[in-house]
């Protein structure tokens, strides 16, 4: 379950906060948010997919760095 709060952030001296939207339906606005991928059934965010996500980004990363570091020093 995720707690969340009010955060404020700095922007060019400006502080920019969560607010509602105008209609009160700030859970629905925050739902349609989530991508499906990543909502777990009880409105919530599935983290365990996010972190998979996550690693398997960094992975590729890497993967592509290595590859492009192969293919500079294959040209010298």
């Known amino acids: 379950m995720l707690i969340s709060a009010e955060k404020n952030y700095l922007s060019g001296g400006n502080s920019l906060a969560f607010r509602e939207p105008a209609d009160g339906n700030a859970k629905e606005l925050h739902r349609s948010s989530i991508p499906l991928r990543y909502r777990d ?3 919530g965010v599935n983290l365990e997919q996010v972190k998979r996500d996550q690693r398997r980004a960094r992975r590729d990363l890497m993967r592509a ?3 492009g570091l192969d293919r500079l020093l294959r040209l010298h």
């Open 65 to 67: 760095m290595i590859r």
């Open 41 to 43: 059934g009880m409105g």
